[in-house]
Nanobody
Framework: VQLQASGGGLVQAGGSLRLSCTTSRRTSSNNAMGWFRQAPGKEREFVATISWNGGSTLLADSVKGRFSISRDRAKNVVYLQMNSLKPEDSAIYYC?????????????????WGQGTLVTVSS
């Protein structure tokens, strides 16, 4: 499974970005998908996950109320809508395909990863 993340860029604090992750195989439509991020000098951290059918989502406490995750199974695309961005949201954002139909917060539950897209939030 190949994943292509896009949509990152430079934005001012309080602004919005929408990240997209496109997968290359239809089998990913039966798997949960997730977004993680990694800032310089920090470990990769969980951001959000969505179940195979989009019926269940989970977001990290740090982004609840500001970010949302959705998917279009027909197009094999997962989105991460990021609003009210803060400088501490700056990181490389990675999308990943879960090993199961219901995602989790641990990166160990994901078997395929995209190359990442850089998000920089200026203060």
């Amino acid at each position: 499974v190949q994943l292509q993340a896009s949509g990152g860029g430079l934005v001012q604090a309080g602004g919005s970005l929408r990240l997209s992750c496109t997968t290359s195989r239809r089998t990913s439509s039966n798997n949960a998908m997730g977004w993680f991020r990694q800032a310089p000098g920090k470990e990769r951290e969980f951001v959000a996950t969505i179940s195979w059918n989009g019926g269940s989502t989970l977001l990290a406490d740090s982004v609840k109320g500001r970010f949302s995750i959705s998917r279009d199974r027909a197009k094999n695309v997962v989105y991460l809508q990021m609003n009210s961005l803060k400088p501490e949201d700056s990181a490389i954002y990675y999308c990943a395909v879960s090993r199961s139909s219901v995602g989790a917060a641990s990166p160990h539950g994901y078997g395929s990863w995209g190359q990442g897209t850089l998000v920089t939030v200026s203060s």
